[in-house]
């Protein structure tokens, strides 16, 4: 069992309308100094068994196809803790 | 200069119909052994000046007030890297 994290975010060149949203909001609320926000999304997964190489890199398809929209979005895959079985 | 990260993710308790679509859609597409799937929010914000503890507590502050919806949703805040200047 793995606990498997991937982060989903708008690719630098593209525009993200909701992280301007939620940079003008702070501002308002007196929370300056923030020069940018972005949004994105984060998922984890929970997997079942062994985590080998090529468990790892069927997860990466799976974002790859799912997860992100790789035209306007940059993902990344990462482990964040795997529980070994007594 | 410093990005600090805020991630946003549905209670343990709390219903995810958005990771529960997610996890039946991964398992339609092949991607089996999957046992669960929860999706969440992530915010990259791009802080300027010097990252002081007040700093960060305010940005903490920020974030549960603005970011976060602490009924339904956890959230963590930390830094991920800071740029000093010359």
Request: a negative charge; charged letters at 30%.
């Amino acid at each position: 069992m793995a606990r498997v994290v991937v982060d989903v975010m708008p690719k630098q060149a593209i525009l993200d309308p909701q992280g301007r949203a939620v940079a003008g909001a702070l501002e308002r609320l007196g929370f300056g100094g923030i020069a940018d926000v972005r949004q994105g999304k984060r998922f984890e997964l929970e997997v079942d068994g062994e985590l080998t190489e090529e468990r790892l890199a069927e997860l990466r398809r799976a974002a790859e196809t799912l997860l992100a929209n790789t035209v306007i979005e940059d993902f990344t895959v990462r482990v964040e803790h795997v529980t070994t079985q007594a």
